[in-house]
């Protein structure tokens, strides 16, 4: 079969070739822990699940042909990604990182390996001088979220590419919100991509994994060793669930970002909103970035409430939405992140950075638009 371009063609074809012992045309699932060999160390490419299952090959196929990379890892989570590469440092290293990341990649790299001598330090401004006024003669490691999570911000991802590569780092990039439908931070010059599967490449609320991906053959090495060794590896079946779920990527993003932006739209005009985060509305800071390198806007839309106070009413009128972690999936979602996703954050940080108990996040789901902007409205009634 030629190479598949298109997205959609890729997300569907890329690395799911049909099964050669049976015809499948559907990607099996290989739930097998070890596999028979002809003769010790004489395989066909497969000895122990741990070390490589030809489902989650598939899935690592195509999530690298999707990302435009040479190489991906799946594992059993977005969490568990993040650390991968975080063992890529040693002690005494330095990582640059937005201080607005998820509340689970700021409390791996400030509670666990924070206690293993890496440091971090948290850069409170976007701008690619911010980053470099960041970076010290011990930086190994830049990373960032592009729109971050939870208030949407956008990084000029290859200009800081620029500024850590002159100073010897390496550039991870968070792709989870925009996903590589809308955009692809290898191209801009990140060393790897990492992604929470779990959220919008599965799509349906009922898998956890994580993915990095690179073009670099010796990060890919080290990567690949560190997966083998330390075991998260994601399973057979959810590698399949994730896998059938990026079939529709594509699809489900166009739906995704259409709902978002009438709903931006609609809160921006509503009496009870004191602000919108999204990045395709002409007020955002960061509008201008994102339309040089995202194809889109996402499917993610953050507001603040006038009332902080009447943030619990909210929450408690609010139908449709379901007040849960987790996004991406085809149900909407809400969530307070100052207690929830976000929790693992000092007070006085999140206070600082705006993550407020007046904040909500929005996980644009896939329902008609109108039902979405009457629930909405009810709740904020």
């Known amino acids: 079969m030629n190479k598949p371009n298109g997205f959609a063609t890729r997300a569907i074809h890329a690395g799911q070739e049909p099964d050669p012992a049976t015809g499948a045309t559907i990607t099996p699932i290989y739930a097998t822990s070890?596999?028979?060999?002809?003769?010790?160390?004489?395989?066909?490419?497969?000895?122990?699940?741990?070390?490589?299952?030809?489902?989650?090959?598939?899935?690592?196929?195509?999530?690298?042909?999707?990302?435009?990379?040479?190489?991906?890892?799946?594992?059993?989570?977005?969490?568990?990604?993040?650390?991968?590469?975080?063992?890529?440092?040693?002690?005494?290293?330095?990582?640059?990182?937005?201080?607005?990341?998820?509340?689970?990649?700021?409390?791996?790299?400030?509670?666990?390996?924070?206690?293993?001598?890496?440091?971090?330090t948290y850069v409170k401004g976007l701008e690619p001088a911010d980053f470099a006024a960041a970076l010290t003669d011990r930086t190994r490691l830049v990373w960032l979220e592009s729109p971050t999570n939870p208030l949407l911000n956008l990084v000029d991802i290859a200009a800081v590419a620029k500024i850590a590569h002159e100073a010897g780092a390496l550039v991870?990039?968070?792709?989870?919100?925009?996903?590589?439908?809308?955009?692809?931070?290898?191209?801009?010059?990140?060393?790897?991509?990492?992604?929470?599967?779990?959220?919008?490449?599965?799509?349906?609320?009922?898998?956890?994994?994580?993915?990095i991906v690179t073009s670099d053959p010796g990060l890919y090495r080290e990567l690949k060793f560190l997966q083998n060794a330390e075991g998260a590896t994601l399973s057979p079946f959810d590698s399949w669930l994730i896998l059938r779920g990026v079939k529709t990527l594509a699809a489900r993003m166009e739906i995704h970002q259409a709902n978002a932006a009438k709903v931006a739209a609609f809160l921006?005009?509503?009496?009870?909103?004191?602000?919108?985060?999204?990045?395709?509305?002409?007020?955002?800071?960061?509008?201008?970035?994102?339309?040089?390198?995202?194809?889109?806007?996402?499917?993610?839309?953050?507001?603040?409430?006038?009332?902080?106070?009447?943030?619990?009413?909210?929450?408690?009128g609010l139908r449709l939405f379901a007040v849960a972690e987790s996004l991406g999936g085809v149900e909407?979602?809400?969530?307070?992140?100052?207690?929830?996703?976000?929790?693992?954050?000092?007070?006085?940080?999140?206070?600082?950075?705006?993550?407020?108990?007046?904040?909500?996040?929005?996980?644009?789901?896939?329902?008609?638009?109108?039902?979405?902007?009457?629930?909405?409205?009810?709740?904020?009634?």
Not at 39 to 68: F, I
Not at 105 to 112: G, I, K, M, P, S
């Open 34 to 120: 070890t596999f028979t060999q002809e003769a010790p160390g004489v395989h066909k490419g497969y000895e122990y699940s741990r070390t490589g299952n030809p489902t989650r090959a598939a899935l690592e196929a195509c999530l690298a042909a999707l990302e435009g990379g040479e190489y991906c890892l799946a594992f059993a989570s977005g969490s568990a990604a993040n650390a991968a590469v975080a063992h890529l440092l040693s002690p005494g290293d330095h990582v640059v990182a937005a201080a607005e990341v998820y509340g689970g990649t700021y409390r791996l790299f400030t509670e666990v390996f924070g206690h293993w001598g890496i440091g971090t």
């Open 172 to 211: 991870a990039v968070d792709n989870t919100f925009a996903t590589p439908y809308l955009q692809n931070p290898l191209a801009l010059g990140a060393d790897l991509v990492v992604h929470s599967a779990t959220k919008y490449l599965n799509g349906h609320s009922d898998a956890i994994g994580g993915a």
């Open 268 to 316: 921006e005009g509503h009496p009870a909103v004191s602000r919108v985060l999204y990045p395709g509305l002409p007020s955002h800071p960061g509008h201008d970035t994102a339309r040089r390198q995202m194809r889109g806007w996402g499917g993610m839309v953050s507001f603040y409430l006038k009332n902080e106070a009447g943030a619990e009413q909210f929450f408690r």
């Open 332 to 381: 909407s979602l809400a969530c307070q992140p100052c207690t929830m996703t976000h929790a693992s954050y000092p007070e006085t940080m999140r206070r600082e950075l705006g993550i407020t108990p007046g904040l909500v996040r929005l996980s644009v789901g896939l329902e008609d638009g109108e039902d979405l902007l009457e629930a909405l409205d009810r709740a904020l009634e």
